[in-house]
């Protein structure tokens, strides 16, 4: 398992996902590249911000901020 | 990786080339006190830490003296490491030149780096980087180790913080939770902007914002002294603790301070009160006189008998005065007290004349020889004839008999005298008295003085049962006294701290809150779901952050632990536990021993060496985990405290260890006391090892001149 899914996993393990986003274990990505599919807008920011931070070109903070929030305003 | 070889060429005590080669695991090196140990150590860390200077003091002395004049020599330590199949050598060096006997010049030092790859391959490359390369800073910083003390490289509080957080478990999150921090206050400027675009609520908006800004800063304001107050509850307690094992002989200490002092109070004034000086007395206290009284006796004796005699000679006298005065007057009658003639009428002549005629030609009568008429004129004569005689001593009738009343004065003094008696005969009483006084309080004073001894002898061993100084046992009461009372304002400072962080808390929350609500009617809606995700996915990348740290600390704490029971094997030992503390901008990690969820009173120096190796042990452990790579480990004499059973109990454990492990003990060594020879015991035989050397110094040699000073190393 690649380092960023490692830090996915992480991430996705918390008990907020469950009890505030109702997202099931079982549902949940297992890799960034899938969480980047994912359909729930938290679990995808999430994983952007990976990729920004751990992916193979990393970003700087005002892109990873407009890349996040770009995709947050237009998901929710 | 694992070190290979060292070679150390004419450094200090190693002249010529002396080479170790070391196997994986665990490599010992035996070694008298100043044999040759430790000397190995710092050449070790001179080739990864020496600087460029005074390189002259590191030059043989044998080398050199076994040098011509104007001849040089390299002065080396090299190391030959195996890492990924590829084996790396490092050497440092210098040349030394002899200048004069005993004098040498030296060139800056140079490090050389080859690297060999698995087909034998070499390359010369910059040495600088490739130690650089092979051993991290960090690496080396829990890679070396000279004696017991450096061992506790832990009890700087943010030394175990730092640690963990090199860890990239643990600092991989780092950079999460801070870009996780700058989205959300992002978003939450983003939704702020546009509520503020609504003027309607503009006025309430502002107000709620300075109220907010007021709570915040008054929150962390009450969390600082909270912290602070929480810290020094815990060095109170810690004190206290310390204090508790001492208090009991403090207070009997105090109790019997108070009792010596007592005791040397009232020597004190006994020692006033007891007045020897006897001479004052003796002239002062007109003690001298004591005896006066029969020298009164006969002085009074005396003066009486001469008073007496006085008196006789001045009756007589009177009475010959009273004679005289009597015939005086007698005489006058007989003239009928017609006043007599003077004594020279008739004159001498005309008497001569009559006596020799027989004849008183006066009244013209016979005055035959033998008649009374004759005897009268004979009689006139002679008084004449005495008139004439000048007698000097003869007394004047008009003057006393004594001059002078001395008698008297020596009466009167006689009687002074006797009426002082009455005082003099107290003297004998009151030496008695006062000899009796002294003598009493000289004992008193002796009795004193032996329980002021037996006081002082049980204060002795009350201080010899203590563990710290007495000047310290003095204080432990006071400071007791007063670190409760410490203890009491602090747990109450905390209460009313977090009691008021909690209204703080509170208030903050329901200023948020409104602050939300107007977001709510004013802001956009995504902008304000977006900071909803934003304040989650900070919370989650915190929390994870958290967690990671926690894990690790978990970790690190079984893995020492495990270390710690395995070399203290049937010895009760505590648990090492390690405890995060939130200070103010920053996280530290605090180690302890502790016994039942209490901090160890005082672990011997052991128990904590043994500690600060498990827990070097562990860290070791884990990075090579995480790193999937073993570093080697050097330790100069970790073990002084322990003895041979132990090390011998700890090599054991060592040798099960992965990472390879270099050790330099002075243990297992027996100096024949007849011959001074020196030899490996027989207990070493049993220390599992993987290899083991002896350095020893080359016999004979003068301890006093470093130019017989050679170590020879020994492969067992």
Request: aromatic content about 8%.
């Given at each position: 398992m690649a380092r960023k899914d490692d830090i996915l996993k992480s991430f996705l393990t918390n008990g907020l996902l469950e009890s505030k986003y109702e997202l099931k274990r079982e549902e949940l990505p297992s890799t960034v590249r899938e969480a980047l599919n994912s359909d729930k807008p938290i679990v995808k920011a999430i994983a952007l911000i990976i990729e920004g931070l751990d992916g193979t070109s990393p970003v700087t903070d005002s892109v990873l901020r407009n890349q996040v929030t770009q995709f947050l305003n237009e998901a929710l | 990786m694992i070190i290979r070889k060292i070679q150390i060429d004419n450094y200090l005590c190693y002249y010529d080339t002396n080479t170790f080669e070391l196997s994986e695991g665990l490599n010992i090196i035996l070694g008298e006190n100043g044999e040759g140990k430790t000397k190995f150590f710092e050449a070790v860390d001179w080739l990864f830490n020496g600087e460029n200077r005074e390189l002259e003091m590191l030059v043989s002395a044998k080398k050199l003296n076994e040098t011509e004049i104007r001849d040089s020599f390299r002065v080396r330590v090299s190391m030959t490491v195996e890492q990924y199949g590829e084996k790396s050598i490092i050497t440092k060096s210098f040349l030394a030149k002899k200048e004069k006997a005993n004098e040498c010049s030296t060139s800056s030092f140079m490090i050389e780096g080859i690297s060999e790859n698995s087909s034998g391959e070499r390359t010369q490359v910059d040495g600088t980087d490739l130690l650089k390369r092979i051993f991290p800073s960090e690496i080396l910083r829990y890679s070396m180790f000279k004696g017991e003390a450096e061992l506790s490289i832990f009890e700087n509080e943010d030394a175990l913080a730092t640690l963990v957080s090199n860890f990239p478990d643990v600092i991989r999150y780092d950079k999460y939770s801070e870009k996780g921090s700058f989205l959300r206050e992002k978003s939450e400027k983003a939704v702020e902007?546009?509520?503020?675009?609504?003027?309607?609520?503009?006025?309430?908006?502002?107000?709620?914002?300075?109220?907010?800004?007021?709570?915040?800063?008054?929150?962390?304001?009450?969390?600082?002294?909270?912290?602070?107050?929480?810290?020094?509850?815990?060095?109170?307690?810690?004190?206290?603790?310390?204090?508790?094992?001492?208090?009991?002989?403090?207070?009997?200490?105090?109790?019997?301070?108070?009792?010596?002092?007592?005791?040397?109070?009232?020597?004190?004034?006994?020692?006033?009160?007891?007045?020897?000086?006897?001479?004052?007395?003796?002239?002062?206290?007109?003690?001298?006189?004591?005896?006066?009284?029969?020298?009164?006796?006969?002085?009074?004796?005396?003066?009486?008998?001469?008073?007496?005699?006085?008196?006789?000679?001045?009756?007589?006298?009177?009475?010959?005065?009273?004679?005289?005065?009597?015939?005086?007057?007698?005489?006058?009658?007989?003239?009928?007290?017609?006043?007599?003639?003077?004594?020279?009428?008739?004159?001498?002549?005309?008497?001569?004349?009559?006596?020799?005629?027989?004849?008183?030609?006066?009244?013209?009568?016979?005055?035959?020889?033998?008649?009374?008429?004759?005897?009268?004129?004979?009689?006139?004569?002679?008084?004449?004839?005495?008139?004439?005689?000048?007698?000097?001593?003869?007394?004047?009738?008009?003057?006393?008999?004594?001059?002078?009343?001395?008698?008297?004065?020596?009466?009167?003094?006689?009687?002074?005298?006797?009426?002082?008696?009455?005082?003099?005969?107290?003297?004998?009483?009151?030496?008695?008295?006062?000899?009796?006084?002294?003598?009493?309080?000289?004992?008193?004073?002796?009795?004193?003085?032996?329980?002021?001894?037996?006081?002082?002898?049980?204060?002795?061993?009350?201080?010899?049962?203590?563990?710290?100084?007495?000047?310290?046992?003095?204080?432990?009461?006071?400071?007791?006294?007063?670190?409760?009372?410490?203890?009491?304002?602090?747990?109450?400072?905390?209460?009313?701290?977090?009691?008021?962080?909690?209204?703080?808390?509170?208030?903050?929350?329901?200023?948020?809150?409104?602050?939300?609500?107007?977001?709510?009617?004013?802001?956009?809606?995504?902008?304000?779901?977006?900071?909803?995700?934003?304040?989650?996915?900070?919370?989650?990348?915190?929390?994870?952050?958290?967690?990671?740290?926690?894990?690790?600390?978990?970790?690190?704490?079984?893995?020492?632990?495990?270390?710690?029971?395995?070399?203290?094997?049937?010895?009760?030992?505590?648990?090492?536990?390690?405890?995060?503390?939130?200070?103010?901008?920053?996280?530290?990690?605090?180690?302890?021993?502790?016994?039942?969820?209490?901090?160890?009173?005082?672990?011997?120096?052991?128990?904590?060496?043994?500690?600060?190796?498990?827990?070097?042990?562990?860290?070791?452990?884990l990075a090579s985990e995480i790193k999937e790579e073993n570093f080697p480990m050097i330790f100069d004499a970790p073990t002084s405290s322990f003895g041979e059973n132990k090390t011998a109990q700890f090599l054991n454990l060592i040798f099960e260890t992965e990472n390879q492990k270099i050790l330099l003990i002075k243990d297992f060594l027996h100096t024949d006391k007849a011959t001074k020879t020196l030899s490996i015991k027989k207990e070493f035989e049993s220390v599992r090892r993987n290899k083991a050397f002896w350095v020893k110094l080359e016999r004979p040699f003068d301890p006093n001149n470093l130019k017989t000073i050679n170590s020879q190393v020994i492969t067992l």
């Amino acid at each position: 398992m690649a380092r960023k899914d490692d830090i996915l996993k992480s991430f996705l393990t918390n008990g907020l996902l469950e009890s505030k986003y109702e997202l099931k274990r079982e549902e949940l990505p297992s890799t960034v590249r899938e969480a980047l599919n994912s359909d729930k807008p938290i679990v995808k920011a999430i994983a952007l911000i990976i990729e920004g931070l751990d992916g193979t070109s990393p970003v700087t903070d005002s892109v990873l901020r407009n890349q996040v929030t770009q995709f947050l305003n237009e998901a929710l | 990786m694992i070190i290979r070889k060292i070679q150390i060429d004419n450094y200090l005590c190693y002249y010529d080339t002396n080479t170790f080669e070391l196997s994986e695991g665990l490599n010992i090196i035996l070694g008298e006190n100043g044999e040759g140990k430790t000397k190995f150590f710092e050449a070790v860390d001179w080739l990864f830490n020496g600087e460029n200077r005074e390189l002259e003091m590191l030059v043989s002395a044998k080398k050199l003296n076994e040098t011509e004049i104007r001849d040089s020599f390299r002065v080396r330590v090299s190391m030959t490491v195996e890492q990924y199949g590829e084996k790396s050598i490092i050497t440092k060096s210098f040349l030394a030149k002899k200048e004069k006997a005993n004098e040498c010049s030296t060139s800056s030092f140079m490090i050389e780096g080859i690297s060999e790859n698995s087909s034998g391959e070499r390359t010369q490359v910059d040495g600088t980087d490739l130690l650089k390369r092979i051993f991290p800073s960090e690496i080396l910083r829990y890679s070396m180790f000279k004696g017991e003390a450096e061992l506790s490289i832990f009890e700087n509080e943010d030394a175990l913080a730092t640690l963990v957080s090199n860890f990239p478990d643990v600092i991989r999150y780092d950079k999460y939770s801070e870009k996780g921090s700058f989205l959300r206050e992002k978003s939450e400027k983003a939704v702020e902007d546009s509520s503020k675009r609504n003027k309607k609520n503009l006025a309430d908006y502002n107000r709620i914002e300075s109220e907010i800004s007021r709570l915040q800063k008054e929150k962390d304001k009450y969390e600082v002294h909270h912290n602070s107050t929480i810290d020094e509850i815990r060095k109170i307690e810690e004190h206290l603790q310390d204090a508790e094992k001492n208090v009991s002989n403090a207070d009997a200490l105090d109790i019997l301070n108070k009792r010596i002092r007592g005791i040397e109070e009232k020597i004190s004034d006994l020692n006033v009160n007891i007045d020897e000086n006897y001479t004052t007395f003796l002239f002062d206290e007109n003690w001298i006189l004591v005896n006066f009284e029969l020298f009164q006796k006969e002085f009074a004796d005396k003066v009486s008998a001469h008073s007496k005699t006085r008196r006789e000679l001045q009756s007589n006298f009177d009475k010959q005065k009273g004679v005289k005065e009597g015939e005086k007057k007698a005489k006058a009658e007989l003239l009928n007290n017609a006043v007599p003639l003077p004594i020279g009428v008739p004159s001498k002549s005309h008497m001569e004349e009559m006596l020799n005629d027989e004849i008183c030609k006066v009244c013209n009568r016979e005055a035959k020889k033998g008649s009374e008429e004759y005897e009268f004129i004979m009689k006139r004569l002679k008084s004449y004839l005495e008139s004439q005689v000048i007698v000097d001593n003869e007394p004047d009738n008009a003057e006393p008999l004594f001059k002078f009343n001395y008698t008297n004065r020596l009466d009167n003094l006689s009687i002074s005298h006797e009426d002082n008696l009455k005082n003099l005969r107290l003297i004998r009483t009151k030496i008695k008295n006062l000899f009796e006084y002294n003598e009493a309080r000289k004992s008193d004073l002796a009795e004193l003085n032996e329980q002021l001894t037996n006081e002082k002898i049980e204060r002795e061993q009350i201080v010899g049962k203590s563990s710290i100084a007495e000047e310290k046992l003095i204080d432990v009461l006071k400071n007791y006294n007063a670190w409760q009372r410490d203890l009491k304002n602090r747990n109450q400072d905390q209460v009313d701290y977090a009691m008021k962080l909690k209204l703080i808390e509170n208030e903050l929350r329901e200023r948020k809150e409104d602050k939300d609500k107007i977001d709510t009617n004013s802001a956009n809606s995504f902008e304000i779901r977006t900071r909803n995700i934003f304040r989650d996915i900070e919370t989650i990348f915190i929390d994870t952050k958290k967690k990671k740290f926690d894990e690790f600390i978990d970790k690190l704490q079984n893995k020492s632990n495990s270390f710690f029971k395995t070399i203290n094997i049937d010895a009760f030992t505590g648990t090492i536990v390690f405890t995060q503390k939130n200070k103010v901008n920053r996280t530290i990690v605090e180690v302890e021993l502790q016994e039942d969820g209490r901090t160890f009173y005082k672990p011997n120096q052991s128990l904590l060496t043994s500690m600060h190796i498990s827990i070097l042990f562990a860290i070791s452990e884990l990075a090579s985990e995480i790193k999937e790579e073993n570093f080697p480990m050097i330790f100069d004499a970790p073990t002084s405290s322990f003895g041979e059973n132990k090390t011998a109990q700890f090599l054991n454990l060592i040798f099960e260890t992965e990472n390879q492990k270099i050790l330099l003990i002075k243990d297992f060594l027996h100096t024949d006391k007849a011959t001074k020879t020196l030899s490996i015991k027989k207990e070493f035989e049993s220390v599992r090892r993987n290899k083991a050397f002896w350095v020893k110094l080359e016999r004979p040699f003068d301890p006093n001149n470093l130019k017989t000073i050679n170590s020879q190393v020994i492969t067992l």
